[in-house]
């Protein structure tokens, strides 16, 4: 199955996913449109940029009832940038539709009177919106959710770290029985199951496998600051090349604030995003970003999920995340839809904890330093515990030879002896490189595969 016509769509999705440059479903497109299409309550857990929201919103399309102006799916996500980015996305998909189907984008800091004055004439067919507006209008009578027959969670984890998981099993509790249920997610926590028990029965549960945490259309890239301004390095990381867009990622609305500053003092016209933002200034700024009106965007972590910007092709994280789940989420803003992206990671000597923490995750780093207004591959962080680890790891026979000849021995035993630790480390050698030879092809091997 490589082609869209193969999941035997209605005829204007085929071609609203034509106009739109897509010719191969994604894995997890391949895996769960024909199950979402049959109906059937899926749990889909995939990395970031993996095509998910296409994945629901073509077969869920695919099911509506254009003739029934009544709710018929609720599609619940934790941030107003991200519902804004699935509204787009359902708007483009229903503009190809023979009959009209009415879509309608519920989030916070938007005029709730206004939408209670249009709800009082009509119920949109495709509700989405984040949880808490959208349980403020089912409960005000005016959003009639419990006609629903498909709910959709995206981001359920976040969902859950932003606390809205109460908003959505109020939602979940309106619908009929025997309704559909979707939860996407780039992770499914422990703290989640409880809900996942509550309302799906035997769900298709599907685990895109990656062999990263990260795609591996992404060069992740790690730069020592060693004492330096991070804001100077990340300046000099913006204008030694010419990325189509980057987006620089930092830990707090206030490093956000100075970091944007220090970039508007050099000449840099840059976007900031963040909470502390008023809605229409945001969804001000996304729209000005998304016509390229921007080419840096300095972000908290705010940006990391939710909002889906084409064409990020650098990412530079001010320093690593708090929490470092967010790592893999930051990253997965570039190398999307198998494009090439760079992400470039600061660190100080306080960061080794985390950072051994990605790689066990699978996160690969290539180390890097900045020289002449390049970057350019270095040694690797962990060199000199290496060093020592293999000191300490001398095998016994060439320990013993060490001892022998701190020992009062004939003056004919120390050349031999000698000669003996000579050739006993030559033969170490000649194996490490054995050792490394292999590991590097069967990485190649790994990789191509």
């Known amino acids: 199955m490589n082609k869209f016509e193969t999941f035997e769509l209605k005829p204007f999705l085929l071609k609203a996913v034509e106009k739109k440059g897509f010719t191969r479903p994604t894995e997890i497109q391949k895996r769960l449109i024909p199950k979402i299409r049959e109906g059937l309550s899926v749990i889909g857990q995939s990395q970031t940029g993996s095509g998910k929201t296409h994945a629901y919103l073509l077969p869920l399309f695919d099911r509506l009832d254009p003739q029934k102006k009544e709710v018929q799916v609720v599609i619940a996500a934790p941030s107003r940038e991200l519902a804004d980015q699935i509204y787009q996305d359902a708007q483009y998909l229903a503009s190809f539709a023979p009959e009209a189907i009415q879509v309608s984008n519920y989030t916070g800091g938007t005029d709730k009177k206004r939408q209670l004055g249009k709800l009082a004439h009509q119920q949109p067919q495709v509700v989405i919106g984040t949880p808490g507006r959208l349980v403020d209008l089912s409960q005000e009578g005016a959003l009639k959710l419990y006609t629903a027959k498909a709910l959709v969670v995206d981001e359920a984890d976040m969902a859950l770290d932003m606390g809205f998981l109460p908003d959505v099993d109020k939602i979940a509790s309106q619908l009929p029985q025997g309704a559909q249920f979707l939860i996407f997610s780039a992770t499914i926590p422990q703290?989640?199951?409880?809900?996942?028990?509550?309302?799906?029965?035997?769900?298709?549960?599907?685990?895109?496998?990656?062999k990263s945490a990260v795609a591996d259309t992404v060069e992740n890239k790690l730069l020592s600051i060693k004492g330096q301004s991070r804001n100077q390095v990340i300046y000099r990381l913006l204008t030694m090349g010419e990325p189509y867009l980057a987006i620089v990622f930092s830990n707090t609305k206030k490093q956000a604030d100075a970091l944007t500053d220090f970039l508007k003092e050099q000449g840099l016209k840059v976007a900031k995003i963040h909470g502390d933002l008023p809605p229409r200034e945001r969804k001000r700024l996304m729209r000005e970003v998304k016509n390229m009106q921007y080419q840096f965007i300095v972000a908290t972590d705010l940006a990391a999920r939710g909002i889906d910007i084409e064409g990020v092709s650098l990412v530079i994280n001010e320093e690593l995340p708090n929490d470092p789940e967010f790592f893999v989420h930051r990253v997965g803003r570039t190398g999307r839809n198998g494009l090439h992206g760079e992400a470039i990671t600061l660190y100080g000597p306080d960061d080794e904890e985390t950072l051994s923490w990605l790689e066990k995750k699978g996160v690969h780093f290539i180390p890097v330093a900045l020289k002449d207004g390049a970057l350019i591959e270095t040694h690797d962080r962990?060199?000199?515990?290496?060093?020592?680890?293999?000191?300490?790891?001398?095998?016994?026979?060439?320990?013993?030879?060490?001892?022998?000849?701190?020992?009062?021995?004939?003056?004919?035993?120390?050349?031999k002896i000698n000669r003996a630790i000579a050739d006993k480390n030559k033969q170490n050698r000649r194996q490490e490189r054995v050792r490394s030879e292999r590991q590097r092809r069967k990485a190649k091997k790994d990789s191509n595969s």
């Open 191 to 210: 703290k989640i199951q409880p809900f996942l028990k509550k309302y799906f029965d035997h769900p298709t549960v599907e685990m895109i496998d990656t």
């Open 382 to 415: 962990k060199r000199r515990v290496n060093r020592k680890k293999k000191k300490d790891e001398l095998d016994p026979e060439l320990i013993g030879l060490m001892k022998k000849k701190k020992k009062k021995i004939k003056p004919g035993y120390k050349k």
